[in-house]
């Protein structure tokens, strides 16, 4: 219903400002310096909304600082996120994406009842014990978890744990879908992908052309196109010129990509484009 969707887009503003946020503080930091940075801004968000059940006072003010709920209360966020993952759970026939959460707690270790009963409520949470104990042992029952509700595509997240370990929020996020334009096999074929400006590596690079929106920003030097799967979902790319990666990730936020679109349908779409 409308009154459920206006839960979740009370998230996505906050949301969409913390990812953004999120990967310049990683994309700075000299530990990713030349490195690939893959995360989901969401499953960090949920997940810190589901250890916000259980937390008080400046604890508390900290998390939702952090994810910039201030102005929301924590029924709205709550309340928020059990719509959201109740609209994601409406799988289609050409695309599935599922996302849910996990505590896995020490054995021996009870929880309140609350914050269990909240967690599965709001975040679909399932609670497990864990013989933390045995860190390699919890690793295994940790990693066979997550691989359980992704398909078997997450196997091995978990590296090691700490046998002091009390609690674990788990949480995981599953997408599979079909391409609208698929890529014909015959014309994948080997290149040279380059990592930076000194490194390249050999891979498999899918060939295809086709009509695409597509988009020129200009003003911060990069090019954007968007790759539709089946059904109500797209892939951005969103190309720097040449030496200019940094320039992008110090100015790219909602607002720049939130116009793209529109910006992409009002005489720049459709354009062929070769892949």
Avoid at 56 to 62: D, I, L, N, V
Avoid at 101 to 109: D, K, M, P, Q
Avoid at 116 to 137: I, R, T
Avoid at 217 to 236: E, L
Wanted: charged share 25%.
């Amino acid at each position: 219903s409308d009154d459920n969707d206006d839960f979740s887009r009370r998230l996505a503003p906050h949301n969409a400002d913390f990812a953004f946020s999120l990967y310049k503080k990683l994309a700075a930091h000299p530990e990713y310096q030349g490195k690939n940075i893959f995360f989901s801004p969401l499953s960090i968000s949920m997940a810190l909304s589901m250890l916000a059940l259980g937390a008080k006072g400046e604890t508390h003010s900290q998390i939702f600082s952090t994810l910039g709920y201030s102005a929301l209360t924590p029924d709205q966020v709550n309340e928020g996120y059990e719509h959201l993952l109740h609209m994601l759970g409406h799988s289609q026939d050409t695309m599935l994406l599922e996302a849910g959460s996990a505590v896995a707690s020490r054995e021996g270790f009870k929880p309140v009842d609350k914050f269990l009963k909240d967690a599965q409520h709001y975040y679909q949470g399932e609670a497990f014990s864990v013989d933390f104990s045995k860190p390699e042992v919890a690793v295994q029952e940790v990693n066979k978890y997550i691989a359980k509700k992704t398909k078997d595509m997450i196997t091995d997240v978990v590296k090691s744990l700490d046998p002091d370990t009390v609690m674990m929020l788990i949480n995981f996020i599953y997408f599979r879908g079909k391409w609208k334009k698929p890529f014909d096999i015959k014309y994948t074929k080997k290149a040279e992908f380059h990592v930076d400006e000194n490194t390249s590596v050999t891979v498999d690079m899918m060939n295809k052309e086709s009509y695409y929106e597509y988009y020129r920003d200009w003003k911060n030097f990069s090019s954007i196109i968007m790759v539709p799967y089946k059904g109500n979902t797209s892939m951005m790319i969103v190309l720097p010129d040449e030496g200019k990666m940094q320039e992008l990730e110090k100015n790219i936020n909602k607002e720049h990509l939130n116009v793209i679109p529109l910006q992409a349908s009002g005489g720049h779409y459709p354009s062929p484009i070769a892949l």
